[in-house]
């Protein structure tokens, strides 16, 4: 079947940098979603990766390995509105896409 | 109103009841969907409608009825649900179905069965 895990729930301090890990098992690749959803918020795009590497936007930075079947999302400098959660998914073979359940990100100041 | 807007935002309903969901983009995308996203659990793809027609139905229960009158609106029609189908509803649209498009979601309708 397909999958994608990613951790439940994070917790990190304002001003400092946090990775949320995404590691997926699916039936082809066509690219790799990151995206931001704030509790009773539509999830907001932040990233797409469909080659290795690295992609930087601003303080969001996402990686992706497809040999491994691997992808993180670096955040900097973390912000009190950070608070969120991530959404990770990938596009299947079938262009279908299937999403992970989500990494809860809790700031402290 | 920009992006995609979804109507009503909170609604709740006993089993009996029939209601609908409205979802409306404002980016002249060609493709619209449906999710359920239930806490903790990833987001379910329901329905697909690509050009008004529908292109995808993932097994999704009889009464849940989808309807794509243009491309720009989207309902979920709801009748006889059971306290499980309470979660939050997304619409979401895209430029095509498929390829490297991104899909942009509404806020969601948080529904309660009761």
């Known amino acids: 079947g397909q999958n994608i895990d990613q951790p439940t729930e994070m917790t990190a301090t304002e001003g400092a940098i946090v990775q949320i890990n995404c590691t997926y098992q699916t039936s082809g690749f066509n690219g790799l979603f990151w995206y931001q959803q704030h509790a009773g918020e539509a999830p907001t795009f932040l990233s797409y990766?469909?080659l290795d590497g690295l992609e930087e936007k601003g303080r969001f930075s996402s990686f992706l390995s497809r040999s491994k079947g691997y992808s993180y999302l670096l955040l900097k400098e973390l912000q009190m509105k950070d608070s969120a959660s991530y959404l990770c998914?990938?596009?299947?073979?079938?262009?279908?896409?299937?999403w992970g359940a989500g990494t809860k990100l809790i700031i402290k100041p | 109103e920009t992006g995609v807007t979804q109507t009503p935002r909170h609604l709740v309903m006993g089993m009996t009841n029939k209601k609908s969901l409205k979802c409306e983009q404002h980016?002249?995308?060609?493709?619209m969907y449906w999710y359920k996203q239930s806490a903790k659990k990833p987001l379910e793809l329901m329905f697909v409608y690509s050009l008004e027609e529908r292109v995808e139905n993932n097994s999704v229960p009889s009464r849940f009825s989808p309807e794509c009158p243009n491309s720009s609106h989207l309902f979920l029609h709801l009748h006889t649900l059971q306290p499980e189908d309470s979660a939050l509803y997304l619409c979401?649209?895209?430029?095509?179905?498929?390829?490297?498009?991104?899909?942009?979601f509404g806020p969601g309708t948080r529904l309660t069965v009761l």
């Open positions: 990766n469909v």
């Open positions: 998914a990938v596009r299947d073979s079938n262009y279908q896409l299937i």
């Open positions: 980016l002249g995308h060609n493709a």
């Open positions: 979401a649209s895209s430029q095509e179905r498929g390829g490297a498009d991104t899909q942009y």
